[in-house]
């Protein structure tokens, strides 16, 4: 019987980009077959998957976790390497962005121009509100890390907030280790039934979350065309400047940067590192949310890349909100184009204040949508911007963030993978030590 191959995910998904976008471009907000349709519901029915898959992965980082606290060998050597590699990722994001932002200036081209461009853009800057951070997100980093230590063991997962659910699961998980490493007295079975059940409903989660991904394609497809459908492409070119300089930092840095590093460091060829990934980044650019691909992500480097279940796991759950080089990237290049176009002259140091705000801000918004716009007018807030004027300038870049925002969420999946790629590397080489073999 012939059988027709399935198309992989990744083309699936990029065909569901390309419909969408065709979508968007011709019919806009208007309603077309007869008037039945409108990119707008489609765009609603394609949030409804993309929240699902978001609302899984809470759980799914939480189980998965605490399941590799009791099948894996974590420690605090491999905690320490995880904050190394991403220390490492962030500064050479960093020095990539400054790079770029020193050498061109390209803010300048916007000098004395803002208020034409916002004259140009009126209509689409008047539709879109002002966002701002969420309460207690600051530039105070031991305020921000407050905000994580939860009031009640339920608060994380009832506000979705990762960061807390994460530092409850290792708590968790390191009790639960050290309870099965030294038994009570008495009888152990409850400890035991606990940790099958744990490893049951991780399984029950992969597998709701593998009948969730069957319908990203499609769910893509209606977000696509109701995103451009309302935000149209004719903003691209009066946005070009600041367009092309924030895309720049972000795929130098994910397109030439981290293969790199994977065929160096982790000797992973750049062919199989993209190819192999690819479902992952797709998914990633396209539901504009690392944390809604962790399940994809987890998938690409345990059975595509061969990458062991303990470094996919802690890079992928516990590392994913370290990871966050596309935000951060993002703040600090567009604080800097901002404070360019209205003539402010940075110094290295004040240059080095913005980095520390992005980094700062960064973590404090890690899992929100839409994060690095709705953090930039903190950032901003540090070189002295006057609020009018920030009120002016994110409508304006608001335009387009749609599309930046995409990227970066394919810079901190695609930094997910290096990470776990990285840790698994120096796995091999601290095996090879202990057995008498060094490379």
């Not at 803010?107 to 121009?113: L, M, N, P, R, T």
């Not at 921000?144 to 994460?166: D, R, T």
């Not at 290792?170 to 490893?199: C, E, W």
Request: with cysteine; glycine share 8%.
């Amino acid at each position: 019987m012939l059988t027709i191959p399935r198309l992989p995910l990744y083309l699936q998904v990029v065909f569901g980009v390309a419909i969408g976008s065709v979508l968007g471009v011709f019919f806009g907000t208007e309603p077309y077959l007869w008037g039945l349709l409108k990119n707008e519901t489609l765009g609603q029915l394609g949030m409804l998957v993309i929240r699902l898959l978001k609302t899984l992965a809470t759980p799914l980082i939480f189980l998965a976790i605490l399941d590799a606290f009791i099948h894996c060998d974590i420690s605090f050597r491999h905690g320490g390497r995880l904050l190394a590699i991403c220390g490492f990722n962030l500064l050479v994001a960093m020095l990539i962005g400054l790079t770029i932002m020193n050498v061109f200036t390209p803010g300048e081209s916007w000098s004395g121009h803002i208020q034409d461009l916002s004259a140009h853009l009126q209509s689409e800057v008047a539709k879109t509100p002002i966002k701002t951070a969420p309460e207690g997100v600051t530039l105070n980093p031991l305020k921000n890390i407050a905000g994580y230590i939860p009031e009640n063991i339920l608060e994380p997962f009832v506000k979705n907030n990762v960061i807390s659910v994460i530092l409850l699961a290792l708590f968790m998980g390191s009790a639960l280790r050290y309870i099965k490493q030294h038994p009570f007295v008495g009888d152990n079975t409850g400890i035991d039934l606990l940790a099958k059940l744990i490893t049951a409903g991780y399984h029950l989660i992969m597998q709701m979350l593998a009948w969730v991904i069957l319908a990203i394609p499609v769910a893509i497809t209606g977000v696509v065309a109701q995103v451009v459908g309302k935000s149209g492409l004719n903003v691209f070119m009066l946005l070009g400047i600041f367009l092309v300089t924030m895309l720049a930092g972000l795929l130098i840095h994910s397109l030439i940067y981290y293969p790199c590093m994977a065929r160096w460091f982790g000797k992973m060829p750049i062919k199989h590192f993209l190819g192999q990934g690819m479902d992952a980044i797709v998914t990633g650019f396209s539901t504009n949310s690392s944390l809604a691909t962790v399940p994809v992500t987890l998938r690409c480097l345990t059975e595509k890349m061969g990458i062991s279940e303990r470094s996919a796991r802690l890079s992928a759950l516990i590392g994913t909100n370290l990871n966050n080089d596309g935000i951060i990237l993002y703040e600090a290049m567009a604080a800097i184009f901002l404070a360019q176009a209205i003539g402010f002259n940075l110094d290295i140091p004040q240059q080095l204040l913005i980095v520390a705000a992005s980094v700062m801000v960064g973590v404090g918004v890690s899992g929100i949508p839409e994060a690095g716009l709705i953090a930039l007018p903190l950032v901003l807030s540090t070189i002295g911007l006057s609020e009018q004027l920030i009120v002016m300038i994110i409508p304006l870049i608001a335009t387009v963030d749609w599309i930046i925002a995409r990227c970066r969420s394919v810079v901190n999946v695609m930094s997910d993978m290096l990470v776990a790629i990285l840790l698994d590397r120096f796995e091999e080489k601290t095996e090879d030590f202990k057995c008498g073999h060094p490379k």
